[in-house]
């Protein structure tokens, strides 16, 4: 079983629609979480974090964390075709050092 | 400031080949991270370097190794090229000071073909 498990999608979405997108984790030590986005033929930048549970929000962009659940989500609102990407959550004890990641969901945001 | 960069950007190699890989860290940063991207496996983390010591190790064969020089680049070295090998390989820096939260900054990776 991996570590950290993330649907691949893709998910397609119209513009202007919510984007809900979750991981899965099965390492309680977990305590820092990160969503990362990927454009095609790039590396990934890193999107946001969030320590232990709870709620961040940034603009458009809000990341939850259920650490009771081992589940953690990113919400897209009015989304953009120029949010079409590639999401991956990351997850580590420490923040530093060594960080897993899940394999990536495929957004794209339809015009 | 200039990023992390990577080189070289594609490469095309044959089974039983070996490969060298560079990174170059943000300036000041001084810990670089490698991983290995598959449409299967996503993200794997290979190894870390800090102050030119291998500081932490996924779990990937010896096939695989690295090494970081004094001025913080580094570079990943894989041996007995199999085709599995194929993926794009990223190299991502911190500071690695340490602190509660490091942001990692990734290259454009090294895309490595198995022929």
């Known amino acids: 079983q991996k570590e950290v498990e993330q649907d691949p999608g893709p998910l397609s979405v119209p513009e202007g629609a919510i984007v809900s997108l979750n991981c899965t984790y099965s390492?309680?030590?977990?305590?820092?979480f990160m969503w990362y986005r990927q454009y095609s033929r790039k590396g990934p930048e890193l999107l946001m974090y969030?320590?232990?549970?709870g709620n961040k929000e940034d603009g458009r962009f809000t990341a939850q964390v259920d650490k009771s659940s081992k589940y953690i989500s990113l919400f897209i609102r009015d989304s953009q075709p120029s949010d079409s990407a590639t999401y991956l959550c990351?997850?580590?004890?420490?923040?530093?050092?060594?960080?897993?990641f899940g394999s990536g969901t495929k957004l794209n945001v339809k015009p | 400031k200039a990023g992390v960069t990577q080189t070289p950007r594609y490469l095309i190699k044959t089974r039983g080949q070996q490969v060298t890989l560079s990174c170059s860290p943000i300036?000041?940063?001084?810990?670089v991270s490698w991983y290995q991207q598959t449409p299967g496996q996503g993200l794997q983390f290979l190894f870390e370097?800090?102050?030119?010591?291998?500081?932490n190790k996924g779990n990937f064969p010896g096939r695989f190794s690295g090494r970081q020089f004094s001025n913080s680049r580094s570079e990943m070295n894989v041996s007995t090229l199999e085709l599995g090998d194929s993926a794009l390989y990223l190299c991502?820096?911190?500071?690695?000071?340490?602190?509660?939260?490091?942001?990692?900054?990734f290259g454009p990776g090294t895309r490595l073909l198995v022929l």
């Open positions: 991502a820096s911190s500071s690695g000071q340490g602190a509660s939260m490091e942001t990692q900054y």
């Open positions: 390492n309680s030590a977990f305590q820092y």
């Open positions: 969030t320590y232990s549970s």
């Open positions: 990351a997850m580590s004890v420490t923040g530093f050092n060594k960080f897993y």
């Open positions: 300036s000041g940063h001084r810990s």
């Open positions: 370097y800090f102050s030119e010591t291998q500081r």
